[in-house]
């Protein structure tokens, strides 16, 4: 089937660095979605993305929708302990019946 | 709050034995989705209903089943426990199946199935 690939698998960053993160593919996708998960709890939806190009911010917060349409970014500004968490891209394929596929997950760690 | 509701939070259970997890969607959602996060896991999706029927289907299982109700609730039925099924359970609602803001998926809180 089709897949995202998310990058990197885990990050350890110390508090207040900034944080990158991203997803990739070989297919083109009309939409992209970023989630974050708390341990224990369900997926929070962070930022929507509808437009290849278009970049979009939730406080510290931004994404991007790439220009190729085949991947997307996120970027965390000045992280704190909160950020912690697993960080999930899905996207939705053009032309496909609107299913979501979804990345592995990018697993944000704070060193004490 | 995402506004999906799931019960029970936690269930313990024996191998063997049959379990039915419930969620109700966020008011005005017509999709409902199930998924599966085992411990330190991606989401694996199992199961798409929209209005009561289904519309997709993932890596599920031939022991579980789902259903969605005419007033839009969902409830996933695993059956013939195994050691390797416990897992937290999601449900995710989102308004339709058609693009744009219609396929933003909101998540329940999830319940966590533990198969002794």
């Known amino acids: 089937g089709q897949q995202l690939n998310q990058s990197p698998q885990s990050m350890f960053i110390q508090e207040g660095e900034d944080v990158s993160m991203n997803c990739t593919s070989s297919s083109i996708f009309n939409t992209w979605l970023w989630y974050k998960q708390d341990p224990g709890e369900g997926p929070v939806l962070l930022i929507a993305?509808?437009?290849a190009g278009e970049l979009t911010s939730n406080g510290r917060l931004t994404a991007q929708f790439g220009i190729t349409r085949k991947d997307s970014f996120l970027n965390i500004s000045a992280s704190i302990p909160s950020d912690v968490g697993i960080y999930f891209c899905?996207?939705?394929?053009?032309?496909?019946?609107?299913?979501?596929?979804w990345g592995a997950g990018t697993k944000l760690i704070i060193k004490p | 709050d995402s506004g999906v509701t799931q019960t029970p939070k936690h269930l313990i259970t024996a191998t063997g034995q049959r379990v039915t997890l419930r969620c109700s969607p966020r008011s005005g959602d017509l999709s409902v989705y199930w998924y599966q996060q085992s411990l330190d896991q991606g989401l694996q999706f199992l199961i798409q209903y929209y209005n009561g029927e289904e519309r997709a289907k993932g890596n599920i299982l031939e022991r579980f089943s789902a259903q969605q109700f005419p007033d839009l609730h969902s409830e996933l039925n695993l059956s013939s426990l195994e050691l390797g099924d416990s897992a937290l359970y999601f449900c995710?609602?989102?308004?339709?199946?058609?693009?744009?803001?219609?396929?933003?998926?909101?998540f329940g809180p999830g319940t966590r199935l533990t198969v002794l």
């Open positions: 899905a996207g939705q394929l053009l032309g496909s019946n609107y299913q979501l596929i």
């Open positions: 993305l509808y437009k």
């Open positions: 995710a609602s989102s308004l339709g199946t058609s693009g744009g803001a219609y396929n933003e998926q909101f």
